[in-house]
T-cell receptor, first 113, second 111 residues
């Protein structure tokens, strides 16, 4: 069964640095999403992306964040000037259509020191 | 703003008993409601979903019910097994391209 893959599995970064989290959605999927989950808390929506543009974003997704689909397979989340509170698990998800279920990747654990 | 409330936060049941988790959403334009099971350190996995034009859906031991008028939806697990122990999240897709998750229910099935 095809899967969403995320790299790296764990990223450790100094506060103030920039990080890029990478995702390879399932190949025939058209809708892409990023979520954040702080340890022990709920899954929080960050952004949805379709047709090379942001469809919707949450209040969390401020100017510090950006997403990009640099080629036909990757979908990236960039976090600039990282803060301690950015430490969390970041999940990428994709769906075949807007009406179709989302498939989640295994996540990237981001630790800001 | 858009919100999904989920209860209870923890639930312990004896093996073989049923478990019920309830969610309430605020955005009346929400039209799709997935449920996810998340084991420790793992990805959320879709276990069942329901669309707003359906009142109930069942898949073996798992069922979901939706009351659009009251903006409630519930997950029902029958004949629970120890491997059902996990955190369960409900979610609602809003009228826009956004998903709002509930706060999660930690289910413990006692053998």
């Amino acid at each position: 069964e095809p899967e969403v893959t995320q790299t790296p599995s764990h990223q450790v970064t100094q506060m103030g640095q920039e990080v890029i989290l990478r995702c390879v959605p399932i190949s025939n999927h058209l809708y892409f999403y990023w979520y954040r989950q702080i340890l022990g808390q709920k899954v929080e929506f960050l952004v949805s992306f379709y047709n090379n543009e942001i469809s919707e974003k949450s209040e969390i997704f401020d100017d510090q964040f950006s997403v990009e689909r640099p080629d036909g397979s990757n979908f990236t989340l960039k976090i600039r000037s990282t803060k301690l509170e950015d430490s969390a698990m970041y999940f990428c998800a994709s769906s075949e259509g807007w009406e179709q279920p989302q498939h989640f990747g295994d996540g990237t654990r981001l630790s800001i020191l | 703003g858009e919100n999904v409330e989920q209860h209870p936060s923890t639930l312990s049941v004896q093996e073989g008993d049923s478990a019920v988790i309830k969610c309430t959403y605020s955005d009346s334009a929400s039209n799709y409601f997935p449920w996810y099971k998340q084991e420790l350190g793992k990805r959320p996995q879709l276990i069942i979903d329901i669309r707003s034009n359906v009142g109930e859906k069942k898949d073996q031991r798992i069922a979901v019910t939706l009351n659009k008028t009251a903006k409630h939806f519930s997950l029902h697990i029958t004949e629970t097994q120890p491997e059902d122990s996990a955190v369960y999240f409900c979610a609602a897709r809003t009228g826009t391209y956004k998903y709002i998750f509930g706060t999660g229910t930690r289910l413990k099935v006692l053998a």
